[in-house]
């Protein structure tokens, strides 16, 4: 059973120009959720999304940022004019329907995002 | 608001040595925790959770953490450290919101970085 797969590992673009990150979530798992993890800092969580919803944005910033997991096909983190300050790991993780509050979330292998 | 703070960026061992890596909490309600290992330019992966059954809980590769709720800690130990172990550890709890049951967000610490050496 494949673990969670993002691509690409590894994204440079250089400012204003546009980001997309994939994720596909383990076979069976439903949620999907996005982490950011800056220089020298933990993960911060970002957005969490079920299959064509997006439950919580609450970590997304208010521009910029935007993500999706439709019916079909991966989950995408979309970043839209990109300024250095975007520089990061990011990082998806997933998790089955019925796993709760204390269920494993588990995590892909990250996309590292370099603005020039 | 839940919170999770991890003392000390950076912990250094001797290979054989004791491992302690400090994780204390913040929560108004049973909190869930978990600890997970990031090596080098990889994702994370769950070393051990406690869920309110017993409070200590075992994990892979010989770790282990003790939930004291008195003291509001989770921190994560290992008899005798691997130069295997080097790596980036995270303690994490897992936030109050709940949507239908589902797992939801995980708030972390900044994270400790363990070295061994030699």
């Known amino acids: 059973n494949a673990g969670v797969m993002q691509n690409p590992r590894h994204l440079v673009r250089r400012r204003g120009q546009e980001a997309r990150l994939r994720c596909s979530p383990m076979?069976?798992?439903?949620?999907v959720y996005w982490y950011r993890q800056l220089p020298e800092e933990g993960l911060k969580f970002m957005v969490y999304?079920?299959?064509?919803?997006?439950?919580?944005e609450s970590g997304m910033p208010k521009e910029r940022f935007s993500a999706e997991f439709p019916k079909e096909g991966p989950s995408i983190l979309r970043i839209q004019q990109v300024v250095r300050g975007d520089s990061a790991a990011y990082f998806c993780a997933s998790s089955p329907q019925t796993s709760g509050r204390s269920g494993e979330q588990f995590f892909g292998p990250g996309t590292r995002l370099t603005v020039l | 608001a839940q919170s999770v703070t991890q003392l000390g960026s950076h912990v250094s061992v001797s290979e054989g040595a004791l491992v302690l890596l400090r994780c204390n909490y913040s929560s108004s309600v049973p909190p869930y925790l978990f600890w997970y290992v990031q090596y080098p330019n990889q994702g994370l992966q769950l070393l051990l959770k406690y869920t309110s059954a017993a409070t200590l809980v075992k994990g892979i590769n010989g770790f282990e953490a003790e939930f004291k709720k008195s003291e509001t800690s989770f921190h994560l130990t290992k008899p005798s450290a691997h130069m295997s172990d080097a790596a980036e550890y995270f303690c994490?709890?897992?936030?109050?919101?709940?949507?239908?049951?589902?797992?939801?967000?995980?708030?972390f610490g900044t994270g400790t970085l363990l070295a061994v050496q030699p």
């Open positions: 076979k069976g798992h439903s949620h």
């Open positions: 999304l079920q299959k064509e919803n997006i439950i919580d």
């Open positions: 994490a709890v897992s936030s109050l919101m709940n949507y239908g049951g589902a797992t939801n967000k995980l708030i």
